[in-house]
């Protein structure tokens, strides 16, 4: 892959619209690489998740990536007391005895061994490969590269990354932000692996810049979440803990997979079938996750396994809305039958408000009406509500498979009407619990992550910080890529994360990006965000969770917050692979020293030198965090306040009740060629993240271009499983493709698809949103199949050249 040509050679920084029109085509595109490995294999779906083959797994990429014994040793202090926090998802850690043998998961142990590589991407890595033959490689290569050693900078015109001192970055960030006309025109992008310390620090760096364009990770996977929750409980969190799931006497699973999402979750949920509970399972797709789970620690649980779901509900996409009312219906009529006995009446007069409006809307529907409509049968849906009437220990868990419809903010408040009939909030096994995805995201946001602070956390800086902040609220993801792409934007600052291949519309999205002055990245290891890439681009290598950091010859500690509101210590256990690596803190404060020069009210330096001093303010500015540099270093941390689980304190605007919601359910209409599409991760991937090429619980390997197709519909359209199809989504009247994906048959509900994340990202415009959250609504896509015409790549090229040389 070695290119020869002058590094200096102002050429193939990016596709002009010169060098465009000479491409051959059907070679990968830059934004979206679309080459299969022509080694499908579709074998069966495995029944239960986990066992020997999880654990052979995750040690078979610690030696991929030559860190057998770094990282089996790192293993053993992951998710452990005085250990470091897992850089994967938020599933929380258990508060008492925690496991020596192993505390973590499958996918933990990957995105560990990606952290403990001894492969490097040095400067010399960087002159021997040019950042567009870079680009033309799958994401999954380019993840594989190793660790990042160095800071490079991408000169205007460059065709390579080159070596740049950490002064020189940060005079060339704080040069591009100086000259800007408006801090507004500047962005600051954070994704959820960022600590507590480094996104407090970030944020206020941002408003002593002068904007609350702080859009990050949050906005494209649980800010649904919060939209639904906080005005109806008052806090845009879950209200569960770890130990409520061992007493829950049902447990519902709605739009979330955790055998692949949340692995440790499913030994939450073992024990609470070990306790006599019950989970209802709905979703599109019958997931290994749900259904069983052989628990590697155990030898019975490993040989025998546990079935998970009592009861699997195969609902339509987006025929959720219709399913809960139908519960609800149900419920009712059971409470109408023997009163008292069914609904807690006494919650709903107390604690609640709205209740005989939300009564009245089922004079409306029609149970038969609603089971069509959600596509699960009235017998199941009976069964569904029978095992929740004579049970209030309820708790029910979502993921993007909720928070991604455009409906999205709606159904969480639809769910919480259940608990709310039920009495099922604020007790003991019961409640809320949006199940959070990457590990820090939650902590994000309680650290002031938002590009809508409210006045009152604006009031607590400005008072100790005693500078005026800015009070407009900035832009979230979706606006901050529609103000790239308007030239609104021209400096991108991203903390963390890979945003192109996580974000929607990947051509539109490409084309913002490279409109940037400059972009800059703070990362561990290379991915295509730094390959599609504004006129100018800085990369910024930091420490992994798993890493050493250590500051004036002290080990810092860092904290993060799981997803039930626990923040807890971190401290990393592995010698860094480049001693030229900064922490983010100290990256954030130096890019803030270099900015905005000497502060009298912000000490960058004392920040930039102890985490400690960090904390100390943050206690100052964040309720709940009393006393925190202490709490922290307790064994297992500490909680924070939640009114909601602790107290049945709700929405301070109603009185601190909780308001039962009137949605609406909303009607899908398909053409007789349209489908709709959901997009989904594999087994072998973390958000954007790919550890390899197999979706093992789903019996797909070695492939991901994939659609997953009903037998009737493969049939009806006059198609084979096997066959080579082109994939094309008409929104906006703008023609999206995303071709060669093959057709796997799988059982999935009529008219209905499902695609792999980011691959099928290029289908979701820019525009189709979820209401009020504006988040993408990646889980409601409607999509035309075509079988595969070669000549498409042609017509591809001819698309982004003229994309190219509007530019």
């Not at 590094?7 to 029109?21: L, M, V, W």
């Not at 209409?669 to 959901?678: I, T």
Request: net charge neutral; aromatic share 8%.
């Amino acid at each position: 892959m070695e290119n020869k040509e002058d590094i200096n050679e102002p050429t193939k920084g990016h596709p002009h619209a010169a060098d465009r029109k000479q491409k051959n085509t059907g070679k990968p595109d830059a934004e979206n690489p679309f080459v299969l490995s022509g080694h499908l294999k579709v074998g069966p779906v495995e029944k239960k998740a986990a066992g020997i083959p999880a654990v052979l797994a995750s040690f078979a990429d610690l030696i991929e990536e030559k860190a057998l014994i770094r990282g089996t040793i790192a293993l053993f202090k992951m998710n452990q007391f005085n250990g470091f926090d897992c850089s994967s998802c938020a599933w929380p850690d258990p508060d008492d005895e925690r496991s020596p043998l192993a505390e973590y998961c499958e996918n933990g142990a990957k995105a560990l061994a990606e952290e403990a590589t001894t492969k490097k991407v040095t400067p010399d890595f960087f002159r021997k490969n040019a950042v567009y033959e870079l680009s033309l490689l799958d994401d999954y290569q380019i993840g594989k590269m190793g660790r990042l050693t160095d800071p490079v900078y991408l000169p205007a015109g460059g065709t390579h990354y080159q070596p740049i001192s950490w002064d020189d970055a940060f005079k060339k960030i704080a040069a591009h932000l100086n000259s800007l006309a408006s801090p507004d025109e500047a962005a600051f992008y954070t994704s959820g692996r960022t600590s507590n310390e480094a996104s407090f620090v970030y944020q206020l760096f941002a408003k002593a810049y002068g904007t609350n364009n702080m859009p990050d990770c949050s906005n494209m996977c649980h800010e649904t979440s919060g939209s639904g929750l906080r005005p109806t409980i008052g806090i845009g969190k879950g209200t569960v803990t770890l130990e409520d799931f061992y007493d829950a006497e049902v447990i519902i699973i709605i739009g979330q997979n955790p055998g692949t999402n949340s692995p440790r979750m499913m030994s939450a949920l073992s024990k609470c079938k070990a306790n006599g509970g019950k989970i209802i399972a709905i979703n599109p797709l019958p997931e290994t996750g749900l259904m069983g789970f052989k628990d590697p620690q155990k030898v019975k649980g490993i040989l025998e396994g546990v079935k998970l779901a009592d009861l699997y509900l195969p609902v339509k996409i987006n025929g959720d809305m219709a399913l809960l009312k139908a519960i609800e219906m149900l419920l009712l009529d059971m409470e109408k039958e023997a009163p008292g006995e069914v609904l807690d009446q006494t919650f709903i007069r107390e604690k609640t408000t709205g209740f005989p409006a939300f009564e009245k809307q089922f004079s409306q529907y029609r149970l038969e009406d609603l089971g069509a409509a959600c596509g699960v049968p009235v017998t199941q849906l009976r069964e569904a509500a029978q095992m929740l009437a004579l049970k209030k220990r309820i708790i029910i868990c979502w993921g993007m498979g909720i928070t991604q419809q455009p409906n999205g903010v709606d159904m969480v408040r639809e769910m919480l009407n259940i608990l709310l009939m039920k009495g099922s909030i604020g007790i003991k096994g019961a409640g809320v619990c949006p199940v959070r995805g990457h590990s820090n995201v939650q902590g994000n946001r309680t650290m002031l992550i938002d590009e809508k602070p409210t006045d009152e956390q604006l009031d607590r800086l400005e008072k100790f910080y005693g500078f005026k902040m800015p009070r407009k609220h900035g832009y979230d993801v979706v606006r901050a890529i529609k103000a790239i792409h308007e030239e609104k934007v021209k400096v991108l600052c991203c903390m963390g994360g890979n945003l192109l291949s996580a974000a929607p519309d990947t051509t539109y999205t490409a084309a913002a990006l490279r409109k940037l002055n400059l972009l800059v990245c703070v990362s561990t290891k290379l991915n295509r965000g730094h390959l599609i890439h504004g006129k100018e681009a800085i990369i910024l290598p930091t420490y992994s969770r798993a890493d050493f950091d250590i500051v004036n010859g002290q080990l810092q500690i860092i904290s993060t917050e799981n997803s039930m509101g626990v923040v807890q210590s971190s401290k990393g256990v592995l010698k860094p692979v480049s001693g030229h690596l900064l922490n983010e803190t100290q990256i954030v404060c130096r890019m803030a020293m270099a900015t905005l020069g000497s502060s009298p009210v912000v000490n960058w330096q004392r920040y930039h030198d102890s985490y400690d001093a960090v904390r100390d303010d943050i206690e100052q500015c964040i309720p709940g965090f009393e006393d925190y540099n202490t709490r922290v270093r307790r064994k297992g941390g500490f909680y924070l306040p939640n009114a909601a689980r602790d107290e049945q304190r709700f929405a301070e605007e109603h009185d601190y009740k909780a308001p039962f919601t009137l949605t609406d359910i909303p009607a899908t209409h398909l053409a007789e060629d349209e489908y709709m599409m959901a997009t989904t991760r594999t087994h072998d991937q973390f958000n954007t993240t790919i550890y390899g090429l197999d979706d093992r619980y789903r019996g797909i390997h070695q492939e991901r271009r994939v659609i997953f197709m009903n037998e009737k519909d493969i049939a009806r359209a006059g198609l084979k499983a096997g066959e080579k199809v082109d994939l094309f989504n008409y929104d906006d009247n703008i023609e999206r493709i995303a071709p060669l994906f093959i057709i796997v048959l799988y059982p999935i509900p009529e008219k209905n698809t499902m695609t792999y994340f980011p691959e099928a990202n290029v289908l979701v415009s820019i525009n189709n949103v979820v209401r009020e959250s504006n988040m993408p609504a990646s889980k409601y896509v409607k999509i035309k199949i075509r079988k595969h015409n070669p000549d498409i790549f042609k017509k591809i090229d001819e698309m982004l050249f003229r994309a190219s040389a509007q530019q």
